[in-house]
């Protein structure tokens, strides 16, 4: 029994050198180095754009007039249908007018009675400058007829004011249309007491053409207005107005395109914006006052640029830049210069060139200088950003 211990003893030294061994054998194994992260990239490209901007906007009528009664009376006529479109000189209202053509009768009768003692007067006048020049009548006869005769003329002269105020009072009766238009609901039906004290009896508008306005950012208004100065400094022509076309609520695009007429001398302090409005053909009557519309503008020439997807571009203190794969398969921050969207793309204007890669998918996942896996994904797949 004494021989044996010697031996276990042995077989167990022996067993805690092979298991230190081995537990040293495990931690110099060094872990392997996890694969480089995959990100999406997207190659620059070039293509031709047009640059398109939308605002959202209201129409209005380019003559809208509210009809009123100048003279008070019955209304004995409305010859419209309401909502129907009329011509211009068209009858609309008629006002009973007894009162007025009796008034200008009476009127009529003060002129010829102005007219004749204005008549005898001058006759009373003539002779009375006859028998002064012969030395039959004293001066204060000749004063006497000249004032006379100055009296009959005022009072003929107010008695013609008096009958023109008659005719323009019987004209009021009957109010027309001054412009094409549609006209709206009537206020008053007939047989109803109007007067210049009434609401608005109706209202006309007219719909071809018809005004789109809208606003645009004072920042938007100073760009374009920066780049059309440069260009018209370093052409020497004059830059074409951006062509200005509705989308409108439904969805549908209007089809004919406007021209912008209008912009504002201001800028609204409270909204930061300038109102510009832009007039369009309205042949089929589509479009009425007050439907919201989107104003889409663009220029007329499109031009060639460099586009990456708007979902590459980040921005810190120091400005926009990208992350650009290198053909080492590693990351380089690149400082960019953008210019206007397109769609989901971003125009580059400088800072990088055509066909380099952009990371625009799992940005978070790279570090400057370090290794990339990268995906190329066309930029038409590309996500919105």
Not at 113 to 127: G, S, V
Request: charge should be negative; proline fraction near 8%.
């Amino acid at each position: 029994m004494t021989v044996a211990r010697p031996r276990i003893r042995c077989a167990f030294a022996a067993a805690c050198a092979l298991m230190l061994m081995a537990a040293c054998d495990t931690h110099s194994q060094t872990p392997p180095k996890p694969p480089p992260p995959a990100v999406t990239v997207a190659p620059v490209t070039k293509s031709e754009i047009n640059p398109v901007f939308e605002f959202i906007g209201q129409t209005g009528a380019v003559d809208t007039v509210e009809l009123r009664a100048r003279v008070q009376g019955f209304l004995v006529k409305r010859a419209f249908v309401e909502g129907e479109d009329v011509k211009e000189g068209a009858l609309l209202f008629a006002i009973e007018k007894d009162t007025y053509e009796a008034a200008l009768a009476a009127v009529d009768a003060e002129v010829q009675e102005a007219q004749a003692t204005l008549a005898r007067t001058r006759k009373d006048l003539d002779r009375s400058r006859t028998l002064f020049k012969r030395g039959n009548v004293a001066e204060k006869t000749l004063d006497d007829a000249v004032a006379a005769e100055k009296e009959a003329a005022a009072q003929l002269a107010a008695a013609q004011a008096r009958q023109r105020e008659a005719q323009l009072n019987l004209g009021y009766t009957e109010i027309y249309a001054p412009v094409d238009g549609r006209i709206g609901r009537a206020a008053y039906s007939v047989g109803n007491l109007v007067g210049p004290s009434s609401d608005v009896l109706a209202r006309l508008v007219k719909l071809d053409p018809i005004y789109a306005v809208f606003n645009v950012s004072e920042q938007l208004y100073l760009d374009y207005q920066s780049k059309v100065a440069k260009t018209e400094a370093a052409t020497g022509e004059t830059v074409p107005q951006p062509v200005p076309r509705l989308r409108l609520a439904n969805d549908t695009e209007y089809p004919h395109a406007g021209r912008i007429e209008f912009v504002d001398n201001r800028v609204d302090p409270t909204t930061g914006t300038i109102a510009v409005r832009a007039v369009f053909p309205n042949p089929d009557k589509l479009l009425v006052p007050g439907l919201f519309v989107t104003v889409e503008l663009k220029a007329r020439d499109a031009k060639p640029a460099l586009l990456i997807p708007q979902a590459a571009v980040q921005e810190d203190q120091a400005g926009r830049f990208v992350l650009v794969a290198k053909p080492d398969n590693t990351a380089e921050v690149r400082r960019i210069e953008t210019g206007d969207r397109t769609g989901t793309a971003w125009q580059v204007t400088s800072g990088l060139g055509e066909g380099e890669l952009v990371v625009y998918e799992g940005i978070q996942k790279v570090r400057p200088g370090a290794p990339i896996t990268p995906v190329v994904r066309p930029p038409e797949q590309a996500p919105a950003g």
